[in-house]
């Protein structure tokens, strides 16, 4: 069954380094997201990209963030300078139509990468 | 702003019970709902997808339901098993183009063998 990859699965790095998590979405696959999951809290929406770029991002997803799909596969999140606070579960998820669309919009999302910034 | 409660946040049953998991939402202007499994330091199951002109969907032993008039969704887990035991969460899609989920945050099951 197709799936969302993610790598790595856990990431350790020092506070104002740069991190750079990846995802391959399933591959038919048109929109894609990142969410994040700070340890004990909800899962929150980060960003939403579609047609090769940012459709809809959140207050959290500040110029320390960006994303980019370098080629027909992967779907990267980079922080820039990580902070003490970027510390969480991070999930990248792909649909096959607009999540608002009638007919579908499910959701699939990939088992996450833990960063963890000391 | 939308706001997604579940309760409970932890809820124990027997193996073999039916159960229900509850859901709220404060704005019911919603596209659709979405319900999902998540495992300890796992990622997100996708269970059920609900859009907004539904009353209900079926997989198996779960049936997810939606008022949105009310601002609720149930999970009905029928003859639960231990391999239900997992975080449940569910999620609203909100409208006009907002592509963003809004995620409830979880009921804790635990099915006792």
């Known amino acids: 069954e197709p799936e969302v990859t993610q790598t790595p699965s856990h990431q350790v790095t020092q506070m104002g380094q740069e991190v750079i998590l990846r995802c391959v979405p399933i591959s038919n696959h048109l929109y894609f997201y990142w969410y994040r999951q700070i340890l004990g809290q909800k899962v929150e929406f980060l960003v939403s990209?579609?047609?090769?770029?940012?459709?809809?991002k959140s207050e959290i997803f500040d110029d320390q963030f960006s994303v980019e799909r370098p080629d027909g596969s992967n779907f990267t999140l980079k922080i820039r300078s990580t902070k003490l606070e970027d510390s969480a579960m991070y999930f990248c998820a792909s649909s096959e139509k607009h999540p608002n669309d009638a007919n579908t919009g499910e959701l699939f999302f990939g088992e996450g990468s833990r960063l963890t910034v000391l | 702003k939308q706001e997604v409660t579940q309760i409970p946040a932890a809820l124990s049953v027997p193996e073999g019970e039916n159960l229900v998991l509850n859901c709220s939402f404060t704005d019911s202007a919603i596209y659709n709902l979405q319900w999902f499994r998540q495992d300890p330091g796992k990622g997100l199951t996708s269970l059920l997808l609900?859009?907004?002109?539904?009353r209900e969907q079926t997989s198996g032993r779960l049936n997810a339901s939606l008022d949105k008039s009310s601002g609720r969704s149930t999970l009905y887990i029928a003859a639960s098993q231990p391999g239900d035991s997992a975080t449940y969460l569910c999620a609203v899609g909100e409208t006009e183009g907002n592509e963003k989920l809004t995620f409830g945050t979880g009921t804790r099951l635990t099915i006792i063998p």
């Open positions: 990209f579609y047609n090769n770029e940012i459709s809809e």
């Open positions: 609900i859009q907004s002109s539904q």
